[in-house]
C-alpha cells in the first residue's frame, strides 16, 4: 500500500497536556505500542520493519530531512506473519543500520495519526502524521492538518526535530 502523508516529530514535554487534547477532541485511542524498527542499509530511502504488538510492517520511505511539516512517500507491506525470518533475510542481505526500541501510544483522528512515544536512549517524543490513505487529500490539505495540531498542542518550534529516530540513535552513537 503507497500513501503519501505530512508529518512532524517533536520533543515532548507534556505528554499528559497532548492525551487531554486527544480525549477533548475524541481521538480513537487504538492502544499502547511496543515497538522495535529495525532500519536496513539501503542505496536510497529507508528501509525498516517495524515488529509490534499492535503494528507489524516493512515499511519504505522518502523524506526530506527538515523542520517542520514534511512529506514523507511511504510503502508499507504487513509482516504479522513470519517477521523474525523476513528480518534474518533482510539482516543478511542487506546488513543492519540501527534498531528503535519505543513504547508508543497510537491515537486517530479521521486520518491523523498521533503518537506519543517514548525512546529508549532518546527521551520522549509526539509525533503528527496527516495521511494521505485514498489518494483523495491533496498535499496542502494534510500540511493545514499537520499545521493545525501543531498548534494546538502549543508545539514551539525549537522542539521540532528534522531527522528519524534512527538518526538521531546513530549521532548518539559517533559521539
Known sequence: MEHINVEIKARCYDAKKIKEILNEHNAD???IDHQIDTYFRTNSGRLKLRQGNIENHLIYYERENQEGPKQSNVTLMPTVLH???LKDILTKSLGVLVSVD???EIYFINNVKFHIDNVKY????VEIEAIN????LH????LDQCSHYIKL???????LISVSYSDLLMEMKNR
Open 83 to 85: 517477521s523474525d525470518s
Open 153 to 159: 498542542f502549543g508545539i514551539n518550534e525549537d522542539c
Open 139 to 142: 498535499k496542502d490539505i494534510l
Open 29 to 31: 485511542f487504538k492502544g
Open 133 to 136: 490513505f485514498q489518494g483523495n
Open 122 to 125: 532518546l527521551g520522549s517524543f
Open 102 to 104: 519505543k513504547k508508543r
